[in-house]
């Protein structure tokens, strides 16, 4: 399985950036998709979680009302549309896939069996 995040920039107070993630092999129908972001000096955070089934939401409080997340099973790729950007948004953005994935951004499942996309640097100016 490999995950390709992309939408990345730079982008001032208050604009929008739309991430997506695209992701290759074989991805069992119940795994849950999400996001998650670690800026310098922090600890990685959970951001956001999708299931591929029934599309149940997952936000971080951090996020919630500002971000959207959504999925295409066809063309099996994630996207996050962030508005109202904040430079406390200012991290690397990875995108990740498992079957218990919504629990971990959640910060109550482990991290193991999940796979990592490569990372997207988004930068908001003040």
């Known amino acids: 399985v490999q995950l390709q995040a992309s939408g990345g920039g730079l982008v001032q107070t208050g604009g929008s950036l739309r991430l997506s993630c695209a992701i290759s092999?074989?991805?069992?129908?119940?795994?849950?998709i999400g996001w998650f972001r670690q800026a310098p000096g922090k600890e990685r955070e959970g951001v956001s979680c999708?299931?591929?089934?029934?599309?149940?939401?997952y936000y971080a409080d951090s996020v919630k009302g500002r971000f959207s997340i959504s999925r295409d099973n066809v063309k099996n790729t994630a996207y996050l549309q962030m508005n109202s950007l904040k430079p406390e948004d200012t991290a690397v953005y990875y995108c990740?896939?498992?079957?218990?994935?919504?629990?971990?951004?959640?910060?109550?499942?482990?991290?193991?069996?999940?796979?990592w996309g490569q990372g997207t640097q988004v930068t908001v100016s003040s």
């Open positions: 990740a896939t498992s079957l218990n994935l919504c629990a971990v951004v959640a910060g109550r499942g482990s991290p193991r069996g999940v796979y």
């Open positions: 092999g074989f991805i069992l129908d119940y795994y849950a």
């Open positions: 999708i299931s591929r089934s029934d599309g149940t939401t």
